[in-house]
């Protein structure tokens, strides 16, 4: 079995600051990207951001210069840094992984976390 667990969500004030962590724990061979998307109330989930094994980091136009994707590889563990929050960065917040369970299956695939809720009041 495969966990994402994310951490950090909660209540900040709109020009705020919050970090969120998700670890992945379980049967796990190997990691390639991870990243976040979020998704508002009413609204489709969307791709937040995404940070290679590398450490090359892509966000969506609506938070780059204020989110920062980060990730500790050596603890299959990644972080989102988010800066001059505003009250649109209202949204459940999922972290996802690309995983390699087994050296023998030679395939990745995709894990979620469970959310996590992130609320600015403007």
């Known amino acids: 079995q495969v966990q994402l667990v994310e951490s950090g969500g909660g209540l900040v004030q709109a020009g705020g600051s919050m970090r969120l962590s998700c670890a992945a724990s379980g049967s796990i061979f190997g990691i390639g990207a991870m990243g976040w998307y979020r998704q508002a109330p009413g609204m489709q989930r969307e791709w937040v951001t995404t940070i290679t094994t590398t450490g090359r980091t892509q966000n969506a136009d609506s938070v780059k210069g204020r989110f920062t994707a980060s990730r500790d590889s050596a603890k299959n563990t990644a972080f989102l840094q988010m800066n001059s929050l505003k009250s649109e960065d209202t949204a459940v917040y999922y972290c996802?992984?690309?995983?390699?369970?087994?050296?023998?299956?030679?395939?990745?695939?995709?894990?979620w976390g469970q959310g996590t809720q992130v609320t600015v009041s403007s």
């Open positions: 996802y992984a690309v995983i390699r369970r087994t050296r023998d299956s030679g395939t990745y695939s995709d894990y």
